[in-house]
């Protein structure tokens, strides 16, 4: 199927062939005619499908013909989990409305709010928002909902899972009755269930394969390594298959921020993004990412959501997520749109049984490989702490008391600047005279 047969305009086509899109994805084939139809769409599709382009150009293509927005005023809403996400969509609506007259903006939090609120007085007709944000706004009469005619829960799953249900709830009450929805989900929970039959009305459903069924773009393989051995593999890795841009997936926000420091001592560019860090330091490092200044990204799975490269070639499960869903998640960060990717896991002991469960889910087992001898990093600023891992034994264990310079070697130093050297009188006795004991006193008779 070509993009022509799809019945988008002209100028969505050119943005299309400007992209270098030759044919259009699965969920695209499906979705596009959908919504250009006027039908609500509940649809399963996780990133790197091509959902942000399912869902982006036919809602171009029927907002272009419509009114301006009033001042304040947005035609559509697109709410999306995280900053990350919010910002990859906005710029996915940029990219493909290029040629037409709509304007688009962003919301998020984390950063300024006014700036936000000096481009919302123009009234916009796209704004992509996360949902906190998009409540301070409205709170502040910033955004109206009045002219709402389509609205876009991307990645809902996950916005369930960061407890955003409340707000969510609260924007559906604020918008008008009469709109056209769409709900994009990497999975179908009974929540989301729940929450789709309260919003979507006669929907059509579309389920597109999950990146684990397309598996075979992305190459998999496991290292069964014990946990303080795992950074030595890691940047053995990186450096020995001279890899130029690898994302490395932490559990925890820490364990991306240990890491990222780790990595950097031990020679390998790298920077940790998650949500603590500020939003100016997480594109920062996206940007450095993005333009290959550095050569590991570390990641916790929330704050990856919105990381869209194309051609994304290694991803890395420092350690494997306790959800077995997230697997087929970050794994979907590679491979993505055709192109080939590699996705290593190392897996320590202790969570052998999230392999369990992330082979049950995907139904099938994961090659092993063999652990390779780890050699001491060339480059590596600190050899003190290279020796530490490679011998991948904790720092303590590493630890000599120190020796204490022999007395030729004192001497030596004395000579060096100009003292005389320490002389012995005779065989192990030192020159100084011995103090002696006092003696005890003696009884008098
Ligand atoms: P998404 O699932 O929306 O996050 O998109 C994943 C990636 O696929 C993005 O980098 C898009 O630029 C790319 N993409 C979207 N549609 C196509 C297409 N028809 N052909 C090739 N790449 C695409």
Redesign the pocket.
């Known amino acids: 199927m070509l993009f022509t047969e799809l019945g988008l305009a002209e100028p969505l086509l050119r943005a299309i062939a400007e ?1 270098g ?5 699965p969920i ?1 084939q499906q979705g596009i005619p959908a919504v250009l139809s006027g039908r609500d769409l509940m649809a399963a599709a996780q ?7 399912g869902f982006t150009l036919p809602m171009l293509q029927i907002l272009m013909d419509g009114k301006r927005p009033a001042a304040n005023h947005i035609r559509a809403l697109v709410l999306t989990p995280t900053r990350e996400l919010a910002a990859q969509v906005g710029e996915s609506v940029r990219d493909y409305g290029v040629h037409l007259p709509l304007t688009s903006s962003v919301v998020f939090g984390g950063v300024s709010i006014n700036p936000q609120m000096m481009t919302l007085r123009k009234g916009v007709d796209v704004l992509v928002a996360t949902p906190g944000r998009l409540l301070d706004l409205y709170n502040q009469n910033a955004v109206k909902f009045s002219q709402v005619e389509m609205l876009v829960l991307d990645e809902a799953d996950r916005m369930l899972d960061m407890g955003f249900i409340r707000d969510i709830r609260k924007i559906l009450a604020l918008l008008p009755k009469r709109r056209q929805n769409l709900l994009f989900s990497a999975t179908f929970s009974d929540d989301i269930t729940g929450l789709a039959k309260g919003l979507l009305h006669d929907p059509q459903q579309i389920s597109v394969s999950p990146r684990n069924a397309a598996a075979n773009t992305v190459k998999q393989s496991v290292y069964m390594i014990d946990k303080a051995r795992k950074t030595a593999l890691l940047s053995h890795l990186v450096r020995d298959n001279q890899w130029e841009q690898v994302l490395v997936f932490t559990r925890t926000k820490h364990g991306a921020n240990r890491l990222a420091e780790k990595l950097e001592r031990d020679g390998v560019t790298a920077a940790a993004i998650h949500g603590n860090k500020s939003q100016g330091a997480r594109t920062r490092a996206l940007a450095d990412f993005k333009q290959s200044n550095i050569r590991v990204l570390v990641a916790t799975d929330i704050a990856a959501r919105g990381i ?1 490269i ?1 051609q994304l070639p290694h991803v890395i499960n420092f350690e494997l997520p306790n959800v077995s869903e997230d697997y087929v998640h970050r794994i979907g960060r590679t491979g ?3 192109s080939t990717g590699e996705a290593i896991s190392l897996v320590e002991p202790e969570e052998y049984k999230f392999l369990q469960g992330i082979e049950r889910l995907i139904k099938q087992k994961l090659p092993r490989e063999e652990v390779p001898v780890i050699s001491v990093a060339p480059e590596c600023p600190r050899p003190e702490k290279a020796a530490n891992i490679e011998a991948d034994r904790p720092a303590k264990a590493q630890h000599r008391p120190k020796k204490r310079p022999s007395r030729s070697q004192k001497n030596e130093a004395r000579v060096a600047s100009g003292l005389p050297p320490v002389k012995r009188t005779d065989g192990n006795a030192a020159s100084k005279p011995r103090r002696r004991r006092p003696s005890k006193p003696q009884a008098v008779a």
């Open positions: 992209q899109y030759a044919t259009p994805t695209q990133t790197g499908t091509g959902k942000t382009a869209d194309d993505r749109a055709g």
